[in-house]
């Protein structure tokens, strides 16, 4: 083995790079120490969540749980060492996050990386041994070049050693991948139905953006106490806390029905919100011509194929811009914002509502803007869990093309934060949906004022 040229003498061993060598008993007592200070600081942690969960869970996933990460990758055989850190996980900072314990299902659930809707919070002692051997083959090429001791190695010998490290890479984040998805597989077993569909939704892309976002004000990717224990029960299907029992509207209120319930205004507010931020979106990649709400050309006895078709004099998209596709060619655009929880949505496939969505788009514009505006046409279809449709999905891969070519950013930083954006989005007016007034308001007249302000203390519930 390797020792420092530091070395203090000692027969049992001694810290090295983070890690250490020497006897067992050495190295179980310099690991439980550090087991004991992270468990010390997670509490700590987990204190910070009880009013900034964001927060905490940011902290946690992209600080604190990388540093025994660090000591997995560098010693062997040591799961039994991080129990107590993982009782602590399980005990003490989950609950703070989602304000109640959770139970074992639950738990192996929140193992899974957030991409197949997990919560990213691995189980310490059960990726110990993986970290280890992934971390082994890695270096192994380094390793093999060490050990070969030439002064200088060729072109050839340093295009060899990049391929080896790329596919060793490779072949790791394919082993992650296929251990995932069998632990998915086997939890499914004993998940309901509604569970099952749930993580199917979650599997979209965009739907966890939000998720693996810094909490950075400076981009609108901040949430409250409330709005991310409210995110993550809406992730999970699980009951909202202190909800009413009944809607304004009259009917029994539940997470479905919030969402779909048009009183109060909250489900055009989404739509809308969506639609200014892709027009926003299309003005930073340089397309021209943007408009919000265009007006189609009216009808002077044109005759369609489909029933469907919009023939209204006065019909409108939600969006037009030119050099979307081709640089003078103009397209429109109409914004869906559905709920897979809704009766009509309760389709066998997941990836089938936003089919249906689309094809419901397509048959009321695609043949009057093509025929008639001499136009494409591009239905965007967005989930209320930010999950987006095929034709959302490549248009927004070309306005993040768009968007790096213009400003000489890389593309794949544009198509993480336009996924980011609309996650948000989407998000922040789901939560406000949730959380919303929808009841009378009184208001009072002010005989020496222009408008009838609404009064805090008037508001009825």
Known sequence: AVVSTQSTG?????????????????????????????????????????????????????????????LMRSMENIS?????????????????????SCDKIQRELFTLPSKIGGLNIFDPTEICMFEFQH??????????????????????????LSCDIKSAKGLITSSKTLRHRQKLTSLKKELSPSMIKQLEILSKKGSSSWLTSLPLQEFGFV?????????????????????????????????DHTLVCKKGGYVIMRHNQIRDLTANLLLEGGCKDVMTEPQLLPLSGEEFALRATNTSQEARADISARGVWNTLDKTFFDIRVFHHGAPSNQLPKVDDAYKKHEDEKKRQYNRRILEVEKATFTP???STLGGMGKEAENFLKRVATL????????????????????????????????RGYRGRVLRKEDPNSDFNLISGSDVFY
């Open 135 to 160: 971390s082994c083959n890695a270096t192994a090429p380094l390793v093999k070049t060490i050990l070969q001791q030439k002064v200088k190695l060729s072109p050839e010998d340093n295009y060899q």
């Open 80 to 100: 039994e060492l991080f129990k107590p850190l993982e009782e602590c996980i399980k005990t003490v900072f989950i609950p703070a996050l989602f304000q109640k």
């Open 10 to 70: 000692t027969t049992e061993g001694e810290r090295y790079l983070g890690a250490a060598i020497g006897s067992e008993s050495y190295k179980t007592n310099y690991i439980s120490k550090k087991v004991h200070q992270w468990v010390s600081e997670l509490k700590k942690l987990s204190e910070l969540a009880k009013t900034e969960p964001q927060l905490a869970y940011s902290a946690y996933i992209f600080g604190l749980s990388k540093r025994w990460m660090f």
């Open 380 to 382: 965007l279809v967005f």
């Open 223 to 255: 949430l409250n106490k409330q709005e991310f224990t409210d995110a993550l029960y809406l992730r999970y299907n699980i009951p909202l806390l202190n909800m009413p029992s009944f809607c304004s509207c009259g009917d029994k209120n539940s997470l």
């Open 403 to 434: 968007i790096s070519t213009k400003k000489d950013i890389p593309y794949s930083e544009c198509i993480s934060y336009l996924r980011r954006k609309l996650s948000f989005c989407l998000l922040r007016t789901v939560l406000i949906a949730i």
